[in-house]
């Protein structure tokens, strides 16, 4: 590592502020015609809800299920329109205000770079994967010919022996491997305190002087070294720009369920993130990874307090990206989303159960916002509405179940109660209820096709701009079209019951564990019957209720109560690697980066992390038998010292020697395997043990 | 008995030696060789214990050249905005 440091990285762009950013101007010009567009598309549809109803909204339950209404078409209506903007903006070439369009790469060659740091967190992650994806970003980046600029860091929060000691190893053998010594360096937390925030808080106390930049990876986040290196450039040339933001594509998905996902994120992606980048501009939201972040401001202006309120308001941030997007906006930064800058990667969860556990923390993540929206000083009004979208993502679940309830409350009213002829108070003129099938229906299909006009408008600009060959042919590309629309319908559901629980969980700050990701496995019978069975029992009783009400009444809810029924059977199916695979070659939910090769997933997959020698041997016996791992993870652990300390570790060590790792727990573990003397002492010992100890099994276990 | 001695003693040397990834080259065979004829001279019992540790001197199994693991600290600090 050269000792470079982050000059220049001082330059508050607070000097240079004087005349308004051209981008702010048109930022509110768009965000007002949004505005009226929703709001005006809003008044409508709720006016025509009013309408339906059969006593006109005239009592309270019919003004309650009127403003649930509104409020969920308010959701539907802005998705839309972003889908609509994005297709617009992409129709027309680009958003000419965006930094790409600003600062082609052609015009940034002979930008100079500087000192950047590339960090991955990690927490009990897939080592292979995770350790392929950041050699294959090395190696791009080493093809470019820039690779001396920048540092990478393997940032560790694992607890667990077994994988940190894994990790220890696959890091010493990567090193080796890309000759990568003094430049990609491995840390772990001891203590790991306020989750992936405080992680990457720790790098920069640490070391976050030593760059100017810092490019942020997720474990399962692959850029190339082309992007990479034109995002510092576009930094450099704007110096204005705290944070800038990829729109990480997904890549490598293998079960149906992350399959579909992946198909979605190419063939909407970009219409949604064009329509949200050309309205945020340089407001943008920061998602946590795939982007570059400018360290002297994110030092000085994103630190994140504990929250100070009770419950869920209370304690560390856990979502902390948006926060800290804030946060730099209000140092007087500009964040933006780019996704004009190709080459960034991330990937789907590979099940549904994989799915909604990642939701669970997000919920309680972004519902925590909730107070920033409120108390949180000098905060840009745009970050708050992203905070208020970020909330609504997840509110917008208990309000769809509320629409449900309420509409079951009005159907059996109607069946079952006495026709009210006076619901207002005080009127003398009656009300004869009226039911009008055919303005329901138009209002059910005009929310359908806000739903799925942005999905039509993806087709076309796909056709346009003449990629259907990367989504398998203009023949399989509408078969794939309905097989996502359907699972997506199936989908809808059960995510409704589950982020609705989510969001009671969260509110009533019941405890969340924070668990690193099954990135690659199927899920099993039994996960999937823990988390679905109570939502099928519910749609059973739902159904049964509203046919015993009324048949018409039941035809309505099937499109809710059908897939909640077979929420178990989806779940398992979806999660099929072998479903994936069939449909893959049947050239259906092709994306292009499968049909056309790319370099940087053909790297990661094209030789596994070197690591254990002896498959058989856990990391720990390993760490005691092999020579060369035991140098290894001595030198990276630590010298205790202290009798009482002492006295314990000696404790710990006899016991492991005689009876071996499983009579100890995790944690005794975990003292052990960080002590440099304990595991030269247990080396020699087992070495040294009689024919009929423990460790006698693993002499011969180098010989296999 | 003795022979069960020798028989471990040969075989936890060899299991020690690919455990190390050591190649098993005409000197590496040599030194080993070497190493065991010294410490049979003493006691077959000792020889046991003794040979893990002196094999690493002699065939340098532990000379892995470690990689730096972290930069030296830069020490700084994160800011916190002022709610008040």
Known sequence: MTAETSEGADSSPKQDRSPPAPWRTRARLRRIVLTLLVTGQCGIATYGMIRVLPYHGGDPLEISLAVVFGLLFFGISVGSWFGIYGFIVRLSGGDRLSLVHRHPPDSLKEVPLTRTAVVMPIYHEPIDRTFAGLRAVYRSLEATGCLEHFDFFILSDSRDPEVWLSEQTAWYHLCKELGADGRLFYRRRLLNMNYKSGNIADFFRRWGRNYTYTLVLDADSLMTGETIVQMVRLMQVEPSVGILQTCPALVNARSMFARTQQFANHLFGPIFTAGLAALQLGE?????????????????????????GWGLFGGAIMSHDFVEAAYMARGGYEVWLEPGLGGSYEESPPTLVEDLTRDKRWAKGNLQHLWLIFFAGKIKMAHRIAFLNGV???????????????????AT???????NYFPAQYSPFPVWPEWRPELAIALASSTFFLLFLPKFLAVIDVLLHRKTAGFGGILRLPVSLALEVLVSALLAPIRMLAHTRYVMEALFNLNLRWAGQNRNSETGWRPTLINQLPGTAIAFCWAG???????????WSLPVVIPLILAVPTSILLGRVRLGQILKKLGLLCVPEEEQSCDLLDDMQSSPIARARVRRLTAFQEAVIDPALNKLHQALGRRHHGGARHEFLHKLRRLCLQEGPAALTNRELNILARDRESLNWLHQAAWQADQDSYWAAFYTAGLK | MQEIVYEDLFSRTFGYLRQGGVALTRDNALSTLRLIEELLVSDSREALERVVVELPGRLEISDIS??????PVNRGSIGYWDER
């Open chain 1, 284 to 308: 943008a939201a920061y998602w946590g990874h795939n982007a570059v972040l400018r360290n002297e401001p994110f030092m000085r202006h994103c630190g994140l307090r504990r929250l100070p």
């Open chain 1, 392 to 410: 609504m993502s997840y509110l917008a679940s208990p309000l769809w179940l509320t629409f449900l309830v309420l509409s079951t409350v009005e």
């Open chain 1, 413 to 419: 009213r109607l069946v079952l109660w006495p026709i």
């Open chain 1, 545 to 555: 209720f509203a046919f015993w009400l009324d048949v018409q009444f039941f035809l």
């Open chain 2, 66 to 71: 470690l990689p730096l693991p972290c930069p």
